[in-house]
């Protein structure tokens, strides 16, 4: 156990548990959120509510973020009110997904007030954010990372180290969220095909997952949130599309060549026009199936439109 305090700010539908699981293991938290209900639950279990980041920053010599946009972080670690004018602060774990960009003008920025900073998006969900089993991704200074590996090997179990500079590991997730999103994509797709032809989900499903086309859609999110029709997986698609359109600038930015990822960005981009935004990403394939007159269900409850 630990007296340890932290700061965390941002307590939405990953940070909430990724904070709780800190408490569980004994830090003290000072938290914050703009929404005053969503901290309601930390507060029951000891957390000092900041009124700000600047005097979660005040309090707490490392605070931790996970926020929804890139200008959002930049906000609360720079702004008026921000992480920078914290009087504690000296270590700054952003655990959201931002983009290099931000990351590196947030460590510049902090940086000019002697606060390391640590780009650690991470990977896994909810439910992984629930169970501790979430990757962690991070970059930045070597000595900062093992300072506190220790604690963010609480919220994920598999925590690496993917480069000195400031944005490689946002780099990374984009990378990883890019190929997340178009194997939803494409695997929406192949199923909307292969019902309307005739083929049964359930059996399609089983063949996929035990052959070539497998994929975490097809391996988790088909079975766990769209053939029982919940789509309740628990990531937006607005932030799906966010994390897309960041990688597609960044390979515009360094020059390559991204003809399957901008025809993936223009999918999610028509959901979220079609206001389909704060639903769960999940809910790309149905776009597909009105198209297609026909819907992707469960065996024996009706497919055809």
Request: proline letters at 4%.
């Amino acid at each position: 156990m630990t007296t340890r305090r932290l700061g965390f700010i941002g307590i939405g539908n990953m940070g909430l548990p990724m904070a709780s699981r800190l408490i569980d293991r004994g830090y003290r938290l000072t938290v914050f959120d703009i929404r005053e209900d969503a901290v309601q639950s930390l507060l029951a279990r000891g957390a000092r509510l900041g009124k700000s980041p600047a005097e979660v920053a005040s309090e707490a010599k490392t605070v931790l973020v996970s926020l929804p946009t890139p200008d959002v972080v930049r906000e609360v670690a720079l702004g008026t009110n921000g992480i920078v004018k914290g009087s504690m602060v000296r270590t700054y774990v952003d655990l959201s997904t931002t983009g290099p960009k931000v990351a590196e003008q947030v460590a510049d920025g902090l940086g000019e007030k002697a606060i390391e900073a640590l780009d650690a998006p991470v990977s896994g969900g909810i439910s992984g954010a629930k169970k501790g089993t979430l990757t962690v991704m991070v970059s930045g200074p070597l000595s900062v990372f093992e300072d506190i590996k220790a604690l963010l090997e609480i919220i994920g179990n598999k925590v690496i180290h993917v480069g000195k500079k400031p944005g490689l590991a946002q780099m990374m997730k984009l990378v990883n969220n890019f190929l997340s999103a178009t194997a939803m994509a494409a695997s929406s797709e192949a199923f909307v095909l292969g019902t309307k032809a005739g083929l049964d989900p359930d059996i399609m499903l089983k063949v996929i997952n035990t052959s070539t086309g497998r994929n975490t859609s097809t391996e988790d999110k088909f079975p766990g949130a769209i053939l029982p029709r919940t789509f309740d997986w628990g990531f937006n698609t607005d932030l799906m599309y966010k994390d897309v359109k960041l990688c597609m600038e960044e390979a515009e930015t360094l020059g390559v060549p991204m003809w399957v990822g901008n025809a993936v960005r223009q999918l999610w981009a028509y959901a979220v026009g079609q206001g389909g935004g704060p639903r769960d990403f999940t809910t790309i394939i149905q776009y597909i199936e009105s198209w297609a007159g026909v819907e992707v269900r469960k065996s024996g409850e009706g497919n055809l439109g």
